[in-house]
């Protein structure tokens, strides 16, 4: 089920999310990735650089732990281009 623009701004502000989250209504963005099916979009995250390069992709994601992976792998390609 997609969710809609309303949904998504109702669970950041239940979650203090300080960013808005995508609402792929028509599963335009969801096709460019690969990760829909049929009438629904999988479970995906992306992390892009500030070009647009995706520099990592999670598929099938576990939402108890990919807050934390997420913030992990960040660090490290912020630690990556310090270098």
């Known amino acids: 089920m997609r969710n809609n ?9 239940s979650e203090g999310l300080k960013f808005p989250l995508l609402a792929d209504t028509n ?3 969801s096709k460019v990735y ?3 099916i049929g009438y ?3 479970r995906h995250s992306l ?9 990592e992709t999670f598929v ?9 992976e997420v ?3 960040l ?9």
């Open 40 to 42: 629904v979009s999988m």
């Open 71 to 73: 913030l992990a792998r």
């Open 60 to 68: 099938k994601v576990n939402p108890n732990i990919h807050s934390t």
């Open 5 to 13: 623009i309303d949904s998504h701004a109702e669970f950041c502000d």
């Open 27 to 29: 599963g335009a963005v």
């Open 47 to 55: 992390i892009l650089d500030l070009q647009g390069v995706i520099r």
């Open 75 to 83: 660090e490290k390609l912020q630690s990556e281009e310090k270098v």
């Open 34 to 36: 690969g990760s829909w």
